[in-house]
Structure formats: structure tokens, C-alpha cells
């Protein structure tokens, strides 16, 4: 019988971060010795994800909402479920009170707005401390010798072709650094990246993919980085990499709102409203002001400690077993 059970989504459009979050949720509830469920929407390699961390996903037909959460509700509770865990891009207060009317203690992972019937709510841009990591980031290592000038990673998917664009705008700079460029398995705008890489002035390298474990290595060795307002920006702040995030949505805009009060990013704003020349200047700022890269490299860390799995875990334990 599994008292809980992880909903979670992801694909084109969604990206990764929430299946990846998931994944890490359930392998800390199996510290704990709860029996745990997850249920994913997405396609098949989206799904293979998690099963890469020794976790499965039992897929969904339809993503969570009010038109499914009902009959979910009820099939749930049948399992034996007593608690259900919402990871999802949305949820509507409708979805909420369906499960809840199954008899399910709902729960979600929020980023500052929530349906005001959720019985448990982990809201990560009040309490940043509660996103969910890697447990490996919050293993400290010595800090590197930077090796890599400055590394742009815009997500999992990158669903609005941002890496292109900053490519050519980091290549326009006066003095353009050289740049690692990181794309996760769900980015389709490989043409127009491979064009921007052709025609950048200094040495341009991408990584397509990597391993997890690779891709924390290149954050430990970067002198700066450029991010989404997503997971990306959780872990590089984690370990305590000086950041500039662009946002590719206003929903990802209240994140970084919360990291620049508690000066740990350079928040350079939406997409849609950031300029070539207002771009360029933010980048030389984070690549020349040695005391803002401190302040941002002591700040991160602060406000992100990478325990915010087992923290969750641990709440939802509690709420199983009341």
C-alpha cells in the first residue's frame, strides 16, 4: 500500500524540472521507509528520466486537472494513498478540491501563488530553502580553480529559444568571454544554436545533455553563469556560482525577484523586455565587479542549502502517518 503518492508532469513546453524534483522526493521517502507512488505525464523519454535515478513512473494518460482529478482522486484512494503530492506547472483550485473530496490530504510545491484549499503547501519562493535538489549539491566540496569563464544553461527544454539569442548577444560584446553552453534533452533549437556557436569570436563549447553529476562539475568550475528562473538557478545558487538570470515567463520573474532581494542573482528581467545593450551591460557587470560575484557567491548558498528534499519528504511522512 502506498500512503503517498508524487503526481508530476513533463515534456515540451514543461521541461524537466518537475519529473526531477519528483524523482529526488521519492528516493528520500524511501529513506524514510514510506511506501511512495509516482505518476507521471509525458512522453516515454521524459519518463525515462527519474527511472535513470532508480525511480519509477507509472504514466498518466491526460496531465492534472480539473477534468481528471476526480476519477484520479478516487482510484487513489482505492491504492491506499492517504496523501497526494501535486508537482505540476499548474494547479486549479478545482483540481484541489476533487482530490480532496476522495478523501486525499493534497499537497503541492508552489512558486508563491497556491489554491487556498490545499491542505499542505511548500512554497519555494517564500521558503527557497524547500526547493527540491540533487541531495549531491548539498555534499560541500572545495571550491574549484574556475575553469570555465562563463556557462549558460537556459533549462531543461528551453521552450523559448533563448540560448540562440544570448549566444549572439554574448558574441557581440566588445570583449565576448569564452562560453560553455549546457542544452538538456528536451531543446529543439539546435539549427539556430549551432549558427550562433559558428559565428561567436572565441572558443564556444556545448554539451548536450550531460550526466547530472557532469553538469554540477562544470557549475563548481565556472567563474559566472546565465540562467533561467528555474531549477537551474536553485542549484547554481546552492553552490554558490555568481548569477544572471533572464526569465524566459513572469511566473519564473517572482523567483528571481526573491533571489535579487536577498542579493543572491543579478536579475536582468523577462525576455520579452530585455534589450541587447541592457543585456551586455548586466553580463560585463558579472564577469568585472569582483564584490558583486562575492556578495552573490556568499548569498546563494544562504538561501539554498540543497536539503529541501528530504525537508519535504519528511513533511509529507508526517502527513501520511497523522
Not at 138 to 158: C, E, F, K, V, W
Amino acid at each position: 500500500m502506498s500512503r503517498v503518492t508524487v503526481v508530476t508532469e513533463g515534456g515540451t513546453g514543461i521541461g524537466l524540472g518537475h519529473v526531477m524534483e519528483s524523482a529526488h522526493v521519492m528516493r528520500a521517502l524511501d529513506r524514510l521507509g514510506v511506501e511512495a507512488r509516482c505518476l507521471g505525464y509525458g512522453p516515454r523519454s521524459v519518463r525515462a528520466v527519474p527511472a535513470g535515478l532508480g525511480v519509477g513512473v507509472a504514466p498518466l494518460a491526460t496531465r492534472l486537472g480539473p477534468e481528471s482529478a476526480a476519477a484520479l482522486g478516487r482510484r487513489l484512494r482505492r491504492a491506499g494513498a492517504r496523501v497526494v503530492f501535486c508537482n505540476v506547472m499548474r494547479l486549479e483550485e478545482t483540481t484541489v478540491t476533487r482530490l480532496r473530496a476522495a478523501g486525499l490530504v493534497v499537497t503541492a510545491i508552489v512558486e508563491g501563488q497556491a489554491p487556498v484549499s490545499l491542505d499542505h503547501v511548500f512554497d519555494v519562493i517564500a521558503r527557497p530553502e524547500l526547493m527540491i535538489l540533487s541531495p549531491r549539491l548539498a555534499r560541500r566540496r572545495p571550491a574549484r580553480t574556475a575553469t570555465i569563464s562563463l556557462l549558460l544553461s537556459m533549462g531543461g527544454s528551453d521552450a523559448r529559444g533563448l540560448t540562440p539569442r544570448l549566444v549572439r548577444w554574448l558574441g557581440g560584446m566588445t570583449d565576448p568571454p569564452e562560453l560553455r553552453v549546457v542544452v538538456g534533452t528536451l531543446f529543439d533549437h539546435h539549427e539556430a544554436l549551432s549558427r550562433a556557436v559558428d559565428g561567436y569570436p572565441v572558443e564556444c563549447l556545448v554539451d548536450r545533455a550531460p550526466p547530472q553529476d557532469r553538469l554540477f562539475g562544470m557549475m563548481r568550475a565556472s567563474r559566472a553563469a546565465i540562467a533561467h528562473g528555474g531549477d537551474t538557478l536553485y542549484e547554481l545558487a546552492c553552490l554558490g556560482v555568481p548569477s544572471a538570470v533572464v526569465c524566459p515567463t513572469v511566473r519564473q520573474l517572482r523567483v528571481a525577484d526573491r533571489f535579487a532581494a536577498a542579493a543572491a542573482v543579478l536579475n536582468l528581467g523577462v525576455y520579452r523586455t530585455l534589450t541587447r545593450p541592457r543585456f551586455q551591460r548586466g553580463i560585463i557587470r558579472l564577469l568585472r565587479d569582483t564584490r558583486l560575484r562575492r556578495c552573490l557567491r556568499t548569498a546563494g548558498p544562504r538561501l539554498v542549502d540543497g536539503r529541501g528534499g528530504q525537508r519535504v519528504a519528511r513533511t509529507l511522512a508526517a502527513l501520511a502517518a497523522a
